[in-house]
């Protein structure tokens, strides 16, 4: 038996017990189904290949049989070209002067003349002159001696002359040892009144005449072979590497060698014949034609399949490299098939077992080891505000919201422990919380581990729990306390403070509202304090239409939540005698209004600065008003925002011992003890690194300056205003410095 093991899928198994388990039957019937698929992928690959192999025959074989045709154009042409030489040669001046006069002298300038003949046609073997008789008068070669004119072609019975050409058959004679197939062509040189001077005779060799074409496949794949029409070879000898069964040697038949093919060949002038291990093509040619006189040949040429086979081996090689690859895509195709039936049916069995599982009013979960859901019941969907079909196979991470180190525990008390209980907190539409129990099981066949997760909606109880946490937040104090949200929007507050803003028990009010619209102005930079310093403490004077009459000492609190943003404020209010002359134009004082300070507390602290941290200062001046864009009136509120965005931004990671001063609209001061220029030009950059991410970067320029000994703040400032200036003129830079150290260190450009 086979056992598949669980797969985490969209509808992933209960357990493993219940996963697919192969029977016999499905073992036999996936056996024969991959056997007839792979006979099947080899006789077809092996069709492919014997079909592409045959094609490449009948190409070969369609090219050999052009080049063929070819050669016989050329070859009759070549013979034709040597009867016109023939009949030239012998109505020459000097030959017509030698049968006339008949001299050692004459026959020794006809020789020479045949001679350069045979330099620049080298088919030409040789010439011989014969009387009217048939005797020979002289011959340019001892090679055909023995040869006697017929008797047909000699006197009046003849049925040639004139201008004709008697070309011979062919025939074979030894010359310099070695047997040289030859023909002959005849000419009759006649008197005025149509008599018989003699007779010239010129042997041409069919070896040099094929040679001189030089046909492509002149190589031992594809030899070239001319034989007569009996079947006597007279060309083609000595081939390398010839076939058991093909004419090698000059006389020797095919007829004899190779019954079959020349059977085929006599019976047809043209055609291709394929035996076991070559392809043949012929072509029956005429190299000329006389009266009742055909001197008809064969071209023979072929090729062995081991040599197209050899040709044929990179397309062989990609073929059966691809049916092996079919085979395996479709072998592979049918094991998927027989799992996908094995799994349907085991998820069917799956279903029914968590079907039964799960009818309880208890809210439950399965999940598998990897954390994923693998079943839910009706209960659990409703209290996750999820459908069921949702659930499956969703992170259980994910659906309960848990963070990374949650998990972690989770996952470390069921290992040791084997169980958990634990409070979650669902953000979803209800906002509910879950008391939560999970506990590990082990599946009995497979020891394979599962969580089994059952929750009870305690929202009721946790909302129960958060109220009296909120009560207990006002009641540590002993002082006027109220509790509001970020936006200062009242929630709770004790009696103390509901006597001294006279509420009568009112909530649905704004912090802001009873303290004055100068802190309902300056909320935003309130709340970004206290981020960053946790609160934020004042001096507020009674105002027009205050209910207090005192001055109260304000402290505001913030209570965080877990990514950092401020989620409740805690405000204390104590009466007490105002430490510093009261300003007319403003009702709140001794604070700090923002972590932003103006420009006389910048100046105050730069005074109280010792001189060696001074000469080891450099001054930032920050134009944050792209030109063109808020250069009118109407656009005043515009900038106004982007500052604060800005200054936030800055503040977020600015050092603890630099200070960000406002110097007017559109410009921020920043103060950098203890930082030479290099630092500070490193700080500029990564300030416009950051202000990029959160696109804030355009129109921005930086001038910086270095202390020098003695200054004031205001020429500080004017020394970095110059920097600011040369910023805004260049072209390439938004950072410039001015009289700053160490003096090899240039930015300005």
């Not at 149509?194 to 594809?222: D, R």
């Not at 040709?311 to 072998?331: P, Q």
């Not at 909302?463 to 006027?480: E, K, M, N, P, T």
Request: some cysteine.
């Amino acid at each position: 038996m086979f056992k598949r093991t669980a797969v985490s899928s969209p509808n992933s198994l209960l357990i493993s017990s219940q996963a697919a388990r192969w029977s016999q039957q499905h073992i036999l019937s996936l056996l024969s189904q991959l056997l007839i698929l792979l006979i099947a992928v080899f006789i077809a690959t092996h069709m492919v290949v014997n079909l592409g192999e045959r094609r490449l025959q009948e190409d070969w074989a369609d090219q050999r049989y052009s080049e063929l045709q070819t050669v016989a154009s050329l070859a009759s042409d070549k013979a034709a070209f040597l009867q016109f030489r023939t009949q030239t040669f012998a109505k020459a001046e000097l030959l017509r002067q030698y049968l006339q006069n008949p001299s050692k002298t004459q026959q020794q300038k006809v020789t020479e003349s045949w001679d350069s003949l045979t330099q620049n046609i080298p088919e030409l073997l040789g010439l011989a002159l014969f009387s009217p008789e048939g005797k020979l008068r002289f011959s340019t070669t001892d090679s055909f001696d023995n040869m006697q004119i017929p008797a047909a072609l000699l006197g009046s019975g003849r049925n040639m002359g004139g201008s004709d050409i008697y070309t011979s058959p062919m025939s074979f004679t030894p010359i310099d040892g070695i047997l040289e197939p030859y023909f002959y062509q005849l000419s009759w040189i006649e008197n005025p009144d149509q008599s018989v001077k003699g007779y010239l005779v010129t042997y041409n060799s069919i070896t040099k005449l094929l040679e001189s074409i030089k046909p492509a496949f002149f190589n031992h794949n594809s030899p070239l072979l001319l034989l007569d029409t009996q079947g006597f070879l007279y060309a083609g000898a000595n081939q390398p590497e010839p076939l058991s069964n093909m004419p090698d040697n000059l006389g020797s038949s095919l007829k004899q060698t190779y019954p079959d093919l020349w059977k085929d060949m006599a019976m047809n002038n043209f055609g291709q014949f394929y035996s076991a291990n070559a392809t043949f093509v012929y072509l029956k040619v005429e190299l000329t034609s006389q009266y009742e006189t055909k001197r008809e040949y064969f071209l023979l040429s072929y090729i062995r399949h081991d040599d197209i086979a050899a040709r044929y081996l990179e397309w062989r090689m990609v073929i059966l490299i691809a049916g092996v690859l079919i085979a395996l895509l479709a072998s592979a195709l049918i094991v998927l098939r027989h799992l996908f039936v094995l799994e349907r049916r085991a998820k069917h069995n799956s279903l029914q077992l968590s079907h039964g599982l799960f009818n309880s009013e208890i809210s439950c979960l399965i999940v598998n080891d990897n954390g994923r859901i693998g079943s839910a019941n009706p209960k659990a969907s409703k209290a996750l505000g999820l459908s069921i079909e949702t659930l499956i196979d969703r992170s259980f991470q994910r659906v309960l919201h848990l963070d990374d180190e949650r998990v972690k525990q989770i996952k470390e008390a069921l290992a040791h422990h084997q169980q958990w209980r634990g409070e979650i907190s669902i953000q979803n539409v209800n906002n509910s919380t879950l008391q939560t129990h999970i506990r590990s099981e082990v599946c009995p066949h497979s020891k394979e581990h599962y969580w089994l997760v059952t929750f009870d909606d305690i929202t009721i109880l946790y909302d129960s729990q958060r109220q009296a946490y909120l009560y207990q937040l006002l009641s540590d104090s002993a002082v006027a306390t109220a509790l509001t949200d970020a936006n200062g929007k009242l929630i709770k507050c004790n009696s103390k403070f509901d006597h001294l803003m006279a509420l009568n028990g009112e909530t649905n009010i704004a912090i802001t509202e009873l303290l004055g619209e100068e802190l309902n102005s300056e909320w935003q930079n309130i709340c970004a304090q206290i981020s960053l310093q946790g609160e934020w403490t004042a001096q507020i004077m009674p105002f027009t239409q205050s209910r207090y009459s005192q001055c109260l000492k304000t402290t505001l609190a913030g209570q965080l939540a877990y990514d950092g943003e401020i989620e409740y404020l805690i405000c204390t209010f104590e009466e007490t005698v105002p430490t510093v002359a009261v300003n007319n134009s403003s009702n709140v004082f001794g604070h700090r209004s923002a972590i932003v300070l103006r420009l006389n507390e910048l100046e105050h602290h730069f005074n109280n600065l010792s001189e060696q941290t001074k000469v080891q200062s450099s001054l930032m001046v920050m134009d944050i008003n792209p030109e063109g864009i808020f250069s009118h009136m109407g656009n005043m509120s515009q900038l106004e925002k982007r500052q604060k965005d800005i200054e936030l931004q800055l503040l977020i990671e600015l050092p603890l011992n630099y200070q960000i001063s406002q110097w007017q609209l559109g410009k921020l001061v920043i103060l950098l003890p203890d930082t030479d220029a290099n630092s500070a030009y490193q700080y500029a950059l990564n300030v416009m690194h950051c202000l990029t991410e959160n696109n804030l970067s355009e129109g921005i320029n930086m001038g910086i300056a270095g202390y020098v000994s003695p200054q004031t703040l205001e020429q500080y400032l004017a020394n970095a205003e110059i920097a600011l200036k040369r910023a805004k003129q260049s072209v390439d830079q938004n950072i410039c410095m001015a009289f700053t150290r160490p003096a090899h260190i240039d930015y300005l450009n």
